[in-house]
Antibody, heavy 121, light 105 residues
Framework: QVQLVQSEAEVKKPGASVKVSCTAS????????IHWVRQAPGQGLEWMGW????????IYAPSFQGRVTLTRDTSVNVAYMDLSSLRSDDTAVYFC??????????????WGQGTQVTVSS | DIQMTQSPSSVSASVGDRVSITCRAS??????LAWYQEKPGKAPKLLIY???TLQRGVPSRFSGSGSGTDFTLTINGLQPADFATYYC?????????FGGGTKVE
């Protein structure tokens, strides 16, 4: 079955960077866009950007532009989200999600289990 | 950016009730809208996409309607498993944006 498995929780200091991985299985990795979404404690969902695993092309939400980098390794079917210059308000659960359709439709299904990132001095 | 406004922010309901949640987009998005269900500690689950298409495996008591700027998620005959938070999301243009959520309790 289609599955996305994310890396374990991270604790980082302000100013540091974090890299979260998302390992895909059960489908052809390069055929479906991967999106990243985060959720701060008690807050709603915030889209961060997408990556086309086939070409490596990316689009980022303006609020993350310059701090987030999405990459992928097609040899191991893994997508990565790198967030730099971390602040306390970056404390959140970070999700990867596959696009529903092979042609990008911007609907998210399935989702990874989420990775807790805590930023604290 | 397209702003998505959900209402109400919370609704109190009982098993068997019909519950309706609305979502308004700040500009027209055609039918490029999805609804998700989220439970504590779990990833969101896609319920409906393209405004009214039920995702595979989702019970038929869930339905979606609307186009343009106004959309509705309806749950007919609320079940215990349906107590959760629901989010709408516009898929029309980047940045993709979500509504603020509606907690069904």
């Amino acid at each position: 079955q289609v599955q996305l498995v994310q890396s374990e929780a991270e604790v980082k200091k302000p100013g540091a960077s974090v890299k979260v991985s998302c390992t895909a299985s059960g489908y052809i990795f390069t055929n479906y866009y991967i999106h990243w979404v985060r959720q701060a404690p008690g807050q709603g969902l915030e889209w961060m950007g997408w990556i086309n695993p086939n070409t490596g092309n990316t689009i980022y939400a303006p609020s993350f532009q310059g701090r987030v980098t999405l990459t992928r390794d097609t040899s191991v079917n893994v997508a990565y989200m790198d967030l730099s210059s971390l602040r306390s308000d970056d404390t959140a659960v970070y999700f990867c999600a596959r696009d529903l359709r092979a042609a990008r439709h911007n609907y998210f299904d399935p989702w990874g289990q989420g990775t807790q990132v805590t930023v604290s001095s | 950016d397209i702003q998505m406004t959900q209402s109400p922010s919370s609704v109190s309901a009982s098993v068997g009730d019909r519950v309706s949640i609305t979502c308004r987009a700040s500009q027209g998005i055609g039918s490029w809208l999805a609804w998700y269900q989220e439970k504590p500690g779990k990833a969101p689950k896609l319920l409906i996409y393209a405004a009214s298409t039920l995702q595979r495996g989702v019970p038929s008591r869930f339905s979606g309607s609307g186009s343009g700027t106004d959309f509705t998620l309806t749950i007919n005959g609320l079940q215990p498993a349906d107590f959760a938070t629901y989010y709408c999301q516009q898929a029309n243009s980047s940045p993709l944006t979500f509504g603020g959520g509606t907690k069904v309790e």
